[in-house]
Structures are given as C-alpha cells and as structure tokens.
C-alpha cells in the first residue's frame, strides 16, 4: 500500500484519513451502511443474518479526507470453523483501526449480543461511534430511554442515529467521523471504492442471489469461487463460477428442476455485475459438492477465509 498522500491539498487544508471498522450483531444492517456510502453494491445484502464473511473494505473519498471501511461478519456464537473464524474477523479488526462504528438495530432494543460487544469494545482505544439503525422503525419518543440503556454501558464517543436502507442521517455521520480522522495519506485513488478484487465482489454477487432465492432450504452451506474471468475481444467479460455445497440434496436444491433456479441465479448476478464491471458479462455456473467445507480448514483457505 502507498503511504505517500497523493491526496495532499496543499499546505491550506491538512489531508485527514483513517479505517474505520463496523461491527454489529449480524443482520443490523453493516452491508447496507456500506453500500449506502459508497455508493454502489460491494456488500453482499441479505435478510439472513452471518451472511458478511470476510472483512469488506469500502473506500469513500472527499476531497480533504478518506475513510476505509471494514465490514466485519457479524458476531454472533459460532457453530462451525468458519463461524469461529468470522467472529475472531470482527473482533480482531477492533485493535486494526482508527474508530469503530457499534450499529445497532433500534428496533430491536438492548440484546445479551449488543452486551457482548460491549465488552469486547471496552478492551480497544479507538474511539467508538453508537449508531442507532433503523430508526424508520420505530417512534421517535422511543429512542431517547434506548440511549440512555446504552450510555450506561459505554461512554461512546458518539452516538448518531440514522436509516441506512434510506439514507437518513448518513451525511451527518460521515461529516462527523471524519472530523476523528487524524492526519495521514490518500491511501487509494479516489475513483476506487473497495480494495477486493473484483472476483470477489462478482462471486459475493452469485452468493447474494442463491441465499434470497433458496431462502432457508439452504442455508450458509454456500460458497462460490470465481474459476476464470476473461474479457474477450469484442468486450464480453466470460466468467465461470464454481457454487460449493455440503450435500448432494442441496446440489439438487441450488439447480432446482430442469436447473430453473441456477438459470435464475445467473439471470440476477449478471445484471449486478454488469453495473458493476460497466461491461457485457458470459455467466457459466457450476455447482459442486464439497463435503463439510466449513470444517475443513484447507477448503476454507482455498476459499479465502483466513485468519492471518
């Protein structure tokens, strides 16, 4: 990474930048906040919770600031090697940055897991921004008493509510976190706004549209790995992904009959990664069983989750 600030504006105005973590019980809206400041689909977004794995780093750019994000995996109490190692993802990003943004769901009130982050951020330096999501559910009069529960718990250095699925509150939040940044370097170039490769975004894309359209008859059995990705030279982008399941029966499931539901799949992930890529997109699926991938901890390295 380059540390020389191509982002200097002169000696007028001193460059502010920084990473800053989000990190939440799952399904309180991270990937949505993500998406919502940058501006473009990065993060996968799904009503089922633990559907963040690896760490999604989003880049938003102003002209005197620049503020990495990390969306973590939410934590929550893990069943499997990949949920132990998405949870120690997101506590581990905590002692990583220069702020970190607790989002709750306001709607749901204080919760034994909203405990248990606290605890967890009491350990950290950073100063840590309470933010109220989903305040578009809930009654204005009920959100004073939800944080005065959360005031008695932590001396947060902020806490901003806001609506990350429409946007409210979202400006005043980023003006606010900025004014934390200390002083440093553009870190990168202000047309990028994720450091992943767009592989991965493309196979978090494919995996989006199987857990909204399986619904529960498959759960987070699912992994997809980007095979081959090729533009050609009339413009296409030819690319083929492999979907990893666990058993022979959620193989079935994820083709559906006469391979209806993949065609889907196809169908919607290729129209996401076209907008993302600014191209025409070849789609090829495949789906193969891997047995008990989320245990085996060679599988889980060849599908990029790592604790390193």
Not at 6 to 26: N, T
Not at 30 to 38: D, F, Y
Not at 84 to 92: P, Q, R, T
């Amino acid at each position: 990474m380059n540390s020389s600030s191509s982002g200097s504006k002169g000696s007028k105005e001193k460059y502010h930048s920084g990473f800053v973590a989000i990190i939440g019980r799952p399904n309180v809206g991270k990937s949505t906040l993500i998406n919502e400041v940058i501006g473009q689909k990065i993060a996968i977004m799904s009503d089922k919770p633990q559907t963040t794995r690896n760490k999604i780093h989003g880049v938003y750019t102003k002209d005197n600031s620049q503020i990495v994000f990390l969306d973590t995996p939410g934590i929550h109490k893990p069943t499997s090697k990949l949920g132990d190692f998405m949870v120690k993802s997101a506590v581990g990003t905590l002692g990583e940055v220069d702020a970190a943004l607790f989002l709750i769901d306001a709607s749901e009130g204080l919760g034994g897991g909203d405990r248990f982050i606290i605890e967890a951020l009491k350990k950290v330096k950073t100063p840590v921004f309470l933010i109220m999501n989903k305040i578009d559910k809930i009654e204005p009069e009920a959100l004073l008493p939800l944080i005065v529960q959360y005031k008695d718990l932590y001396d947060f250095a902020e806490i901003i509510p806001i609506s990350a699925l429409q946007g409210s509150n979202v400006n005043t939040l980023l003006k606010v976190l900025s004014s934390y940044l200390p002083e440093g370097p553009q870190y990168y170039p202000a047309d990028q706004i994720t450091d992943h490769p767009e592989q991965f975004v493309c196979a978090e894309l494919i995996r989006e549209k199987i857990l909204h359209l399986t619904r529960e008859e498959v759960p987070h059995s699912i992994a997809v790995a980007i095979e081959n990705m090729k533009v050609q030279e009339n413009g296409v982008v030819n690319i083929g992904a492999v979907i990893y399941v666990e058993r022979d029966s959620q193989k079935g499931i994820v083709i559906g009959k006469q391979g209806a539901l993949l065609k889907q799949v196809g169908k919607e992930a290729r129209r996401d990664i076209e907008t993302l890529l600014g191209s025409r997109v070849f789609l090829e699926l495949w789906v193969k069983v891997k047995k008990d991938w989320r245990n085996q901890e060679r599988v889980l390295k060849d599908l990029g989750f790592r604790n390193d």
